[in-house]
């Protein structure tokens, strides 16, 4: 059976350690993370509360990011938050709030963008 490993010597195998360490460290310092999915922000006006369905909100923003409950009604959630380490952070949220019959009973929409 052959070896396929490459033996280093301890100065590399040191440098290339370092070298690792740093890259890695880099990228934690500087880097940005993204939690959530993009969703058409334009189209929140077209809730119509009382009227919209949830057929209607699926074929406006695609699938919700998250589902939970309110009161024992359901509710979706549609946002995207960007934090960076400098720079600051880039957020929407939209959360709706449905009847018990599927129909939109309220929502609320935040962003940070400008």
């Known amino acids: 059976m052959k070896n396929h490993f490459v033996k280093l010597n301890p100065r590399t195998l040191t440098l290339t350690s370092l070298l690792l360490v740093s890259a890695l460290s880099t ?6 993370f993204t939690v959530g999915q993009e969703f058409a922000a334009n189209h929140v006006p077209e809730i119509k509360i009382g009227q919209t369905r949830k057929q209607d909100i699926t074929e406006l923003f695609g699938t919700p990011w998250r589902t939970g409950m309110e009161d024992g009604k359901p509710t979706w959630t ?9 720079g600051g952070t ?6 709706i709030r449905f009847d018990a019959q599927g129909i939109v009973r309220s929502y609320t929409f935040s962003t940070t963008r400008k």
């Open 27 to 32: 990228t934690q310092l500087t880097g940005c």
């Open 78 to 86: 549609y946002g995207i938050y960007k934090y960076a380490l400098f």
């Open 90 to 95: 880039d957020s929407q949220d939209l959360l």
